[in-house]
């Protein structure tokens, strides 16, 4: 194994890192009820729309460029739970930024799964918990998405953090299959069914209550309650998308956790 050690005085345990995706869950919602507001107006994000010719990007690239650039001017990417989407976009802080302790392994920095998520959001996710159509109002479209993907992606990104502790708690049973760069072993390993089930059915549940029309009439009846994003589909989306995400993340961290 390299010399090269995480600080061990860092409080990090199983406890704290679930805290923080307990959190992060009320992040996630809160962005996708919050998206729900506008339709899909896919032209924001599938057609180039900038006036300068030598700008081939959509406005919702163009607009995350340039709000990953002024965020990386303040330092936002050097916070180890923060990756950004467009790696080629980022400059260094200007400001004087916190020092964070090195809690993950070096090579984590080089885990990344942006590009795929970004594909999944507009693809496959999207179109699920928004309505069709085109309101034109591109530009809080954007914004809204912006808020959407940053809040998925470092819940995903989480997982460099869920693996480290696993592997600290038990490096002997990881490091046969990281040697023998064995993904299904590794996978196998990091699945707790019973805590992905108990996740799923905490995002419904916080969909249900932070997402409910209220009404200030007596006497509601439970089956008339509406939603500004169905619950169920949140806890599908964490089922189907963010779970294995977060899984995924999980095996490309302990592949590299003994470079």
Same mark, same amino acid.
């Given at each position: 194994?390299?010399?090269?050690?995480?600080?061990?005085?860092?409080?990090?345990?199983?406890?704290?890192?679930?805290?923080?995706?307990?959190?992060?869950?009320?992040?996630?919602?809160?962005?996708?009820?919050?998206?729900?507001?506008? !339709?899909?107006? @896919?032209?924001?994000?599938?057609?180039? =729309?900038?006036? *300068?010719?030598?700008?081939?990007?959509? +406005?919702?690239? /163009?607009?995350?460029?340039?709000?990953?650039?002024?965020?990386?001017?303040?330092?936002?990417?050097?916070?180890?739970?923060?990756?950004?989407?467009?790696?080629?976009?980022?400059?260094?802080?200007?400001?004087?930024?916190?020092?964070?302790?090195?809690?993950?392994? !070096?090579?984590? @920095?080089?885990?990344?799964?942006?590009? =795929?998520?970004? *594909?999944?959001?507009?693809?496959?996710? +999207?179109?699920? /918990?928004?309505?069709?159509?085109?309101?034109?109002?591109?530009?809080?479209?954007?914004?809204?998405?912006?808020?959407?993907?940053?809040?998925?992606?470092?819940?995903?990104?989480?997982?460099?953090?869920?693996?480290?502790?696993?592997?600290?708690?038990?490096?002997?049973?990881?490091?046969?299959?990281?040697?023998?760069?064995?993904?299904?072993?590794?996978?196998?390993?990091?699945?707790?069914?019973?805590?992905?089930?108990?996740?799923?059915?905490?995002?419904?549940?916080?969909?249900?209550?932070?997402?409910?029309?209220?009404?200030?009439?007596?006497?509601?009846?439970?089956?008339?309650?509406?939603?500004?994003?169905?619950?169920?589909?949140?806890?599908?989306?964490?089922?189907?998308?963010?779970?294995?995400?977060?899984?995924?993340?999980?095996?490309?961290?302990?592949?590299?956790?003994?470079?």
């Amino acid at each position: 194994m390299s010399s090269v050690v995480v600080e061990s005085d860092v409080q990090l345990s199983l406890d704290s890192i679930r805290e923080s995706l307990v959190r992060q869950e009320d992040t996630v919602v809160f962005s996708l009820i919050e998206r729900a507001k506008f !339709p899909l107006n @896919s032209p924001a994000f599938e057609e180039p =729309r900038c006036l *300068d010719s030598g700008n081939s990007s959509s +406005l919702t690239e /163009f607009f995350v460029r340039e709000i990953e650039t002024i965020q990386a001017k303040v330092g936002r990417y050097d916070n180890p739970e923060e990756n950004p989407f467009f790696l080629d976009n980022i400059p260094h802080s200007i400001f004087p930024t916190h020092k964070y302790p090195q809690v993950l392994y !070096p090579k984590a @920095s080089s885990v990344n799964i942006n590009k =795929r998520l970004w *594909d999944v959001y507009f693809k496959e996710l +999207l179109p699920l /918990f928004v309505k069709p159509g085109d309101d034109g109002n591109y530009a809080s479209t954007a914004a809204s998405d912006l808020a959407c993907l940053q809040a998925i992606s470092r819940r995903i990104h989480y997982g460099k953090f869920v693996a480290e502790v696993k592997f600290r708690d038990a490096p002997h049973d990881y490091e046969p299959a990281i040697r023998s760069k064995d993904t299904e072993a590794l996978m196998k390993l990091l699945t707790f069914e019973k805590v992905e089930e108990m996740v799923k059915k905490r995002v419904e549940k916080k969909a249900e209550t932070f997402g409910q029309e209220v009404k200030c009439v007596s006497g509601d009846d439970e089956s008339e309650k509406k939603y500004k994003v169905k619950p169920s589909l949140v806890s599908r989306i964490y089922g189907e998308w963010l779970i294995p995400l977060t899984k995924d993340v999980e095996v490309e961290y302990l592949l590299r956790r003994l470079d």
